[in-house]
């Protein structure tokens, strides 16, 4: 199938569903961890829905509140997730900040 | 308990979850359940707006793209390519010409034109004709709250109605004295108000030698016979104080009918409130007549009733009398049309010479003296009116300009409102898909093709209405420019436009058609057409009422 496109802000996220795969999160949890707002956050669950890398589900947490999606990577995003960290890394080591000494 | 920033959060997110697509839906939901967890207000709504624009966007893509059962054509909207790359083009070409439309409206010139185009619903909308000068009305506030007084002359010479017309003028006279021409120029255009019997004195002084005031008085005594409906035509009326007015009249040396100051005021007033309308920029001094209506009827029938008395008992003083009173006619009438800045005054400094010519031919040749005769003769041929000049009144623009006008006119009402038609067929094509769109999960939908096809339609007659409409009016906009540059050698043009468009019908199928001749002149292509749209409305309405009492029905959402 094909992969959607990993941008920068889609690969934090993906980061961040890695540190815990079995772990079910909730989208303003997901936002504060990445530092995403919902306008970019959202598109980027979207897709990774879409092309069936990530599985949302319902849960109530508490009476009286309305029950919250949560989401979680399914084996071919986490697989997905492993290469393109992988990839990353490197460059991210390499990388140096422009005003840095060098 | 919620905040009212989060009750904000909340309603602007609900509200964008009811415009998505229905694949999004959920998505919004989602967002939404996620507030009741952010505890900071301004948080909460930044993620709610962060949120509905996603939402928004979804929603505007899969709209524009015809989206198919509420999916965003990124997300599977599309049944195959060649269908996908048909809806991009189609997208294209409606984006390209609204877009295209929408920078057109940023020039001035097509801003002036579309406003133009409008004119002649005025004549339907407005209750009256005073309604239709609000920018006028406008500006005469402004005026005023500013105590300017050259704004204040500015307005009373444009106002159509005469008792606010009045008003302003003694207003501007009462701030700055040196106005007191004004009186005449508005006393022009209104001779029946009551005021003008009190500007004359201040007219008279102003320019004991100006023959416009008496003209003015003469003009009134007209009016005031034919309220009291005392005469039944010109040559019955023998009013002493007409007598004395026109007396006056003739026995003055010059004529001045301010349209120097007139021009020079309009100048300064239009730059100094940066007017830029056709309606509000074109000169007041071309659309009327600088010296009274009854001034062709007034100056004959007095030349007249000098002229011919002498005629009988001619011996050899009173022949030189006679002589000198046909000269004084002739003086006056060189007078009158060497210093009318108008045709119609000049037309009555022809016409006057005219008669004393004739007089003077007739009485040389009474003498024998044939060489003066022959001499008069000439200036009398000199002086017969051109084909252009056999209307006094003053109506001389010719029929070249004025079929001009005419056709450029035409050409702008229908372009302003094929694109009113045109932005419909958008808006209902826009309608029609989000109908369609909402019918998402039904079997046997509708096709939307035509839909599409009336969007794109109505799309490109939008683009191509505009661009007539700005073609067409561009020269104009050309003379607009010249004119607020001080050229005014173009604005009869201008003029002619703006005065055909206001006399057109808004929906110009006939020819010929006045507003005021509304209820008196039937004109049957007029009526034929209107019967035929009103027919073609009636069965497009009957038929999309069949289409949404017999189209399925939407499944139900959960």
Redesign the interface.
């Known amino acids: 199938m094909k992969t959607p496109r990993i941008s920068p802000e889609t690969l934090r996220v993906l980061e961040i569903f890695f540190e815990s795969p079995a772990e079910w999160r909730?989208?303003?949890d997901l936002?504060r961890e990445t530092g995403l707002?919902?306008?970019?956050l959202?598109?980027i669950?979207?897709r990774l829905e879409?092309h069936k890398l990530l599985v949302?589900r319902w849960v109530t947490t508490e009476p009286g509140?309305?029950?919250?999606?949560t989401y979680k990577l399914t084996p071919d995003g986490l697989e997905l997730a492993r290469v393109k960290l992988a990839e990353a890394r490197p460059a991210l080591a390499t990388r140096r900040p422009a005003w840095g000494k060098g | 308990m919620q905040t009212i920033r989060h009750r904000a959060a909340t309603l602007v997110l609900e509200s964008a979850i009811l415009i998505a697509p229905v694949d999004s839906r959920e998505w919004g939901q989602a967002m939404l359940s996620e507030l009741a967890h952010i505890k900071n207000p301004w948080a909460a709504f930044a993620w709610a707006l962060g949120g509905s624009a996603v939402l928004v966007k979804r929603s505007l893509i899969c709209l524009l793209t015809f989206g198919r059962s509420g999916r965003a054509p990124d997300f599977g909207c599309g049944n195959n390519a060649q269908e996908d790359s048909m809806r991009k083009a189609a997208l294209l070409v409606t984006c390209g010409c609204i877009l295209s439309v929408m920078l057109l409206f940023a020039a001035p010139a097509f801003r002036q034109a579309f406003a133009l185009s409008l004119a002649p619903w005025h004549w339907v909308f407005k209750q009256s004709a005073a309604n239709d000068q609000e920018g006028l009305h406008k500006l005469a506030q402004r005026a005023e709250e500013k105590r300017d007084a050259e704004g204040i002359a500015f307005c009373a010479m444009r106002m159509w109605n005469g008792r606010e017309s009045a008003r302003l003028a003694e207003e501007a006279v009462r701030l700055d004295p040196n106005l007191t021409w004004i009186y005449a120029v508005v006393a022009v255009r209104h001779s029946e108000l009551p005021e003008v019997n009190q500007w004359v004195p201040h007219l008279e002084q102003l320019d004991p030698h100006n023959t416009l005031p008496y003209l003015i008085t003469a003009e009134s005594r007209d009016i005031l016979h034919v309220i009291r409906e005392d005469i039944k035509t010109h040559g019955d009326f023998h009013d002493p104080e007409w007598q004395a007015a026109m007396a006056a009249a003739f026995q003055a040396t010059t004529l001045d009918d301010y349209l120097d100051r007139v021009n020079a005021l309009e100048g300064k007033v239009i730059t100094r409130y940066g007017l830029t309308s056709p309606d509000m920029v074109l000169p007041a001094s071309v659309s009327t007549y600088s010296l009274p209506t009854y001034t062709f009827q007034d100056c004959s029938l007095y030349a007249k009733s000098i002229l011919e008395p002498r005629q009988e008992s001619e011996g050899k003083s009173e022949q030189s009398t006679a002589m000198d009173k046909y000269w004084s006619v002739a003086h006056y009438g060189q007078m009158i049309e060497s210093q009318a800045h108008s045709k119609y005054g000049q037309s009555v400094g022809k016409h006057l010479q005219r008669l004393a010519y004739r007089k003077l031919q007739a009485a040389a040749e009474k003498e024998g003296n044939h060489f003066e005769a022959e001499h008069f003769a000439y200036l009398l041929d000199l002086g017969q009116p051109k084909k252009s000049e056999d209307n006094p009144i003053g109506f001389t623009w010719g029929l070249r300009r004025a079929s001009v006008a005419e056709w450029s006119a035409a050409q702008v009402v229908r372009s302003g409102l094929m694109m009113f038609v045109c932005a419909a067929c958008v808006a209902l094509a826009g309608g029609l898909i989000v109908r369609k769109r909402r019918n998402a999960g039904t079997a046997n939908l509708p096709r939307r093709a035509p839909a599409a096809a009336l969007g794109i339609a109505g799309a490109a007659g939008l683009l191509l209405s505009s661009v007539t409409l700005y073609l067409t009016y561009h020269p104009y906009a050309l003379i607009l420019d010249q004119v607020l540059a001080g050229d005014w050698t173009h604005v009869d043009d201008l003029q002619a436009l703006v005065s055909s468009v206001r006399g057109m019908p808004p929906v110009p199928l006939g020819v010929g058609w006045r507003p005021y001749e509304f209820h008196s002149n039937l004109n049957f292509a007029f009526y034929f057409w209107l019967a035929v749209i009103a027919l073609a409305l009636a069965a497009l309405l009957l038929v999309a009422a069949r289409h949404f009492r017999l189209r399925p029905r939407a499944a139900v959402q959960v």
């Open positions: 909730y989208g303003y936002s707002k919902s306008g970019t959202y598109p669950l979207m879409k949302a509140v309305p029950p919250r999606h």
